[in-house]
């Protein structure tokens, strides 16, 4: 995949920034400096262009990203905002804070860009350019740090060619990021504030707020992977009420299929992730087929969900790591 674009620097000028726009309403994907780090920014609600993300990261697993918006009203017309994050908000955005809330029912931010979560990390950055950016996109944009999975953040332009050159689109050079560390991300969803990454936001300052701030701890097998900090992310992952069965040659009438490339036959209802076997189209559907098949299954009566191989090469272990956690025997 590498040199598959000429990646370009674009200065932060108005044309600049309507040309970055562009290229994200395009589905492109452009990292944009942030007073915390550089994004690796795409159209939030595209699921095509999310999954191009952890294409060019080549991050091992579909961890959920943080949607940026222009403001506190564009975030909460998407999640479900309570008081405790409307106090957080007005103290603290645009920030380095990010609040993990519920999704309204009509959300339209992929599924992917939340990993398949009920939930949704959204956060308003202070940075004009950013801020300029999402506004001239006209659309909520998902972004991770924008550096190669297990590398450290880029602060810098230079930092993201670096790491990122010929992978992606363009990077939109606003100089280097003030804050320099992530945002902190605080989950809002029950009853008391709990603090899934400390960050850019002190503890103390949103415990003045909130009231005490519970720390999530973390799994040991969480705990060694580097860039997935958010605790609790496994057990809350969706998992379908169907059980799911892996790898399959053969699907019975009481199944209900996932395909990847030329269908099974005899399934009683099929989703095809790409008939193309296109990874990158694959794991833009997965989330959706998932949720289809469960429901659907669910209510014609289905026994289980049987999931064609997927090869274990770029998106696909991403994938394959997912459909093994919805496998997994449930507790
Ligand atoms: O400062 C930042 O937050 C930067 C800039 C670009 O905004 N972004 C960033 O993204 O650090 P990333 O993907 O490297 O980290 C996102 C963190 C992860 O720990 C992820 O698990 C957590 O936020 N997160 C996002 N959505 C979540 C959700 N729905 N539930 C729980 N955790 C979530
Ligand atoms: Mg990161």
Not at 118 to 141: D, F, K, M, Q, Y
């Amino acid at each position: 995949m590498t040199g598959r674009f000429m990646t370009e620097r674009i200065e932060p000028s108005p044309a600049g920034i309507a040309q970055a726009a562009a290229l994200l309403r395009a589905g492109g994907l452009v990292a944009f400096g942030t007073e915390t780090v550089y994004g690796l920014g795409a159209d939030a609600t595209s699921a095509r262009a999310v999954a191009r993300i952890f294409e060019a990261k080549q991050r091992p697993r579909f961890n959920p990203l943080i949607c940026h918006y222009r403001n506190a009203e564009a975030a909460f017309a998407h999640v479900e905002s309570n008081e405790a994050a409307r106090r957080l908000a007005s103290a603290f955005w645009p920030g380095p804070l990010t609040l993990v809330l519920k999704r309204r029912q009509n959300c339209p931010v992929a599924l992917l860009t939340g990993a398949g979560l009920p939930t949704l990390g959204v956060r308003v950055p202070a940075h004009p350019v950013a801020l300029e950016l999402i506004r001239a996109a006209e659309r909520p944009i998902a972004a991770p740090s924008a550096n190669r999975s297990g590398e450290v953040s880029p602060t810098m332009a230079d930092h993201v060619l670096r790491s990122l050159s010929g992978r992606i689109a363009a990077v939109l050079d606003s100089g280097p990021c003030k804050v320099g560390l992530e945002s902190t991300v605080v989950d809002l969803t029950g009853p008391h504030a709990v603090l899934l990454r400390p960050g850019g936001t002190t503890e103390e300052a949103i415990s003045a707020i909130t009231g005490p701030v519970q720390r999530a701890t973390l799994a040991p097998s969480q705990a060694v992977e580097q860039d997935y900090r958010s605790p609790g992310l496994l057990a809350s992952h969706y998992a379908p009420r169907l059980p799911v069965r892996l790898d399959v040659d053969h699907v019975g009438p009481n199944e209900a299929l996932l395909a990847f490339g030329a269908p099974l036959s005899g399934a009683a209802i099929t989703f095809n992730l790409s008939r193309e076997r296109d990874l990158t189209a694959a794991a833009a559907r997965l989330f959706a087929g998932l949720h289809w098949l469960d429901a659907e299954g669910t209510r014609l009566g289905l026994a289980a969900i049987a999931a064609m191989p997927i090869p274990d090469r770029d998106l696909g272990a991403a994938i394959y790591d997912r459909l093994q956690r919805a496998a997994a025997p449930r507790s």
